[in-house]
Structures are given as structure tokens and as C-alpha cells.
């Protein structure tokens, strides 16, 4: 088996092999405007309720700190329902993973993510949000495999992330069309 787009842990690393990164996912703190606060590292989460997608490990940092610093408020992939969660405050911030590096171009993402979803009839508390400027990481993505198998295939990879990224072929790949 190889995986796509993991990031690195601890528990990962015990028991797989990664390849060079692919390309970078950055982690935002999406909360209430009339909710912001400021974010320089996880222990301003202080006593927060953070809505998360289940069985997602934010980084061993965050994972160590959960349920300790802030509470988690683990839910489907759903961003759209998660936003709903937040506007009614069921949550004081939610965790969303984007390929976009500026906040105001991620807050643009959800509100065309909201405009898209038609399962129920939008309410304005559920527009009233925004993306903190500084996200809570950047996650480095990878192929991954079995720590004790496939280990020329990573070699292989390796070499094709490599030259994608320098002929910028990766880059093209995962851009969006225009």
C-alpha cells in the first residue's frame, strides 16, 4: 500500500516511510468575528472549545495538548456544517486545512463553500466568521509507506518530486485550472 497527502507524527513515523514533501497544506483558525482573539501558539487556545475534523491529528504538539490547554470538538468533514456549529457557538474556533497561504483568500474559499451547499437555508450568523491571520501550522504533506517496505519505491518518488518541483510540473498539477 502507498498513502497520499499524510503528514508526519510521531505514531506515523514509528511505522511508516515518508517521501519528500509534496506540497504544503496550512492549518487556519476560522472563529466567530465577534470572537477573535490572538494566536501566536497553541497555549492561546486556553480554555477553548476547537472544532476539529475526527480522527485528523494536527501535529504531535496540538495532539499532547487537547482535552488539556482546549477542548476538541471532533466532527465530520463537513466544513459547512462545521460553520454552522460555530455561528450557533458550540465551538469558540474550528480547525480548517487549505493550500491557500492567505487568510482572507481561505475566508473567500468558505463563504464560495457556503454559497454551494444547498442543504439548508443559510443564515447570516453563519457568514459572520473569519480566518485568523497567522494559521495554527503549516503541514507538510507526503506519499507514505510501510516503514520496512516499498523502500525503492520512496527512492523513485523522491526523484519525481523532486524534478516536478524544480520543472514546476507539481506546482501545475495541483493548481487550479483557470
Known amino acids: 500500500g502507498l498513502g497520499f497527502g499524510l503528514s508526519k507524527n510521531s505514531e506515523r513515523l514509528?511505522?511508516?516511510?515518508?517521501?519528500?514533501?509534496?506540497?504544503?497544506?496550512?492549518?487556519?483558525?476560522?472563529?466567530?468575528?465577534n470572537n477573535v482573539f490572538p494566536f501566536a501558539n497553541l497555549d492561546d487556545l486556553k480554555g477553548k472549545t476547537i472544532g476539529v475534523i475526527r480522527g485528523v491529528s494536527y501535529g504531535d504538539e496540538f495532539d499532547q495538548k487537547k482535552n488539556e490547554v482546549f477542548t476538541v470538538e471532533e466532527d465530520t468533514a463537513s466544513h459547512v456544517a462545521r460553520l454552522k456549529k460555530l455561528a450557533m457557538k458550540r465551538m469558540d474556533a474550528m480547525l480548517f486545512g487549505a493550500r491557500q497561504s492567505n487568510a482572507s483568500e481561505v475566508e473567500a474559499l468558505l463563504h464560495h463553500m457556503?454559497?454551494?451547499?444547498?442543504?439548508?437555508?443559510?443564515?447570516?450568523?453563519?457568514?459572520?466568521?473569519?480566518?485568523?491571520?497567522?494559521?495554527?501550522?503549516?503541514d507538510e504533506l507526503h506519499f507514505a509507506v510501510h516503514l520496512n517496505k516499498y523502500g525503492e519505491l520512496i527512492k523513485r518518488l523522491n526523484i519525481a518530486i523532486a524534478r516536478g518541483k524544480k520543472n514546476g510540473e507539481i506546482n501545475r498539477i495541483l493548481s487550479p485550472a483557470k
Open 14 to 33: 514509528a511505522t511508516m516511510r515518508f517521501s519528500e514533501p509534496i506540497y504544503a497544506n496550512y492549518v487556519w483558525i476560522v472563529t466567530r468575528k
Open 114 to 138: 457556503q454559497y454551494l451547499d444547498r442543504s439548508h437555508v443559510l443564515d447570516s450568523a453563519e457568514s459572520d466568521f473569519t480566518v485568523l491571520a497567522k494559521p495554527l501550522r503549516v
